[in-house]
């Protein structure tokens, strides 16, 4: 991964420089430049800074969508273990209703999100195709709901009252 994240170069130049500069390199194999500037290091520094509260703010945003979306249409959770504790970096329901939300929201000015594309649909992977019926079949349930650590109470219910309002108003 070293290698890859430069370049596919052996050394980097804090290597060559261990003690007496020796400019030799090679490149091993094909790689990318995937490493961070100063400027990206210096603001994921900060960021650091802020994990511990955005992790629980936005565990509590989990917490009142799943408290407040509970028996609303056919919604379902992801499945989550009592003693995981999750970053919560989105928060994804399912339902049969998927894209009919999805265009509900939206018109509601509430951005939402799919997640989960099975990787064996795309492009690159069509030459080892193989049937999976669970994931062609759940991935079409999926939605991802907004979830941020700036993400005000006042937005949050305005997401959940939306939802609401999308399966007492739209009946099958």
């Not at 990318?32 to 994921?44: F, L, P, Q, S, T």
């Not at 049969?96 to 509601?108: A, F, G, V």
């Given at each position: 991964l070293i290698k890859m994240r430069?370049?596919?170069?052996?050394?980097?130049?804090?290597s060559r420089d261990m003690g007496q500069y020796s400019w030799y390199y090679d490149v091993a194999?094909?790689?990318?430049?995937c490493h961070m500037n100063d400027i990206i290091a210096a603001i994921g520094l900060v960021q650091l800074e802020k994990?511990?509260?955005?992790?629980?703010?936005r565990q509590e945003i989990t917490q009142i969508y799943n408290s407040e979306l509970q028996n609303t249409g056919d919604i379902e959770f992801i499945a989550r273990k009592t003693y995981q504790k999750i970053s919560a970096h989105n928060y994804v329901i399912k339902t049969s209703r998927r894209d009919e939300l999805n265009e509900y929201l939206k018109q509601k000015g509430i951005s939402t999100g799919v997640h989960?594309?099975?990787n064996h649909l795309y492009e690159m992977y069509k030459?080892?195709?193989r049937e999976c019926?669970?994931?062609?079949?759940?991935w079409k349930k999926l939605i991802t709901l907004p979830l941020f650590p700036d993400l005000s109470?006042?937005?949050?219910?305005?997401?959940?009252n939306n939802i609401r309002d999308f399966y007492r108003t739209k009946q099958l």
């Amino acid at each position: 991964l070293i290698k890859m994240r430069w370049l596919g170069i052996t050394k980097d130049t804090f290597s060559r420089d261990m003690g007496q500069y020796s400019w030799y390199y090679d490149v091993a194999e094909l790689g990318y430049k995937c490493h961070m500037n100063d400027i990206i290091a210096a603001i994921g520094l900060v960021q650091l800074e802020k994990l511990e509260w955005m992790n629980n703010r936005r565990q509590e945003i989990t917490q009142i969508y799943n408290s407040e979306l509970q028996n609303t249409g056919d919604i379902e959770f992801i499945a989550r273990k009592t003693y995981q504790k999750i970053s919560a970096h989105n928060y994804v329901i399912k339902t049969s209703r998927r894209d009919e939300l999805n265009e509900y929201l939206k018109q509601k000015g509430i951005s939402t999100g799919v997640h989960y594309y099975p990787n064996h649909l795309y492009e690159m992977y069509k030459p080892y195709y193989r049937e999976c019926p669970i994931a062609e079949r759940e991935w079409k349930k999926l939605i991802t709901l907004p979830l941020f650590p700036d993400l005000s109470n006042e937005q949050i219910f305005y997401i959940i009252n939306n939802i609401r309002d999308f399966y007492r108003t739209k009946q099958l």
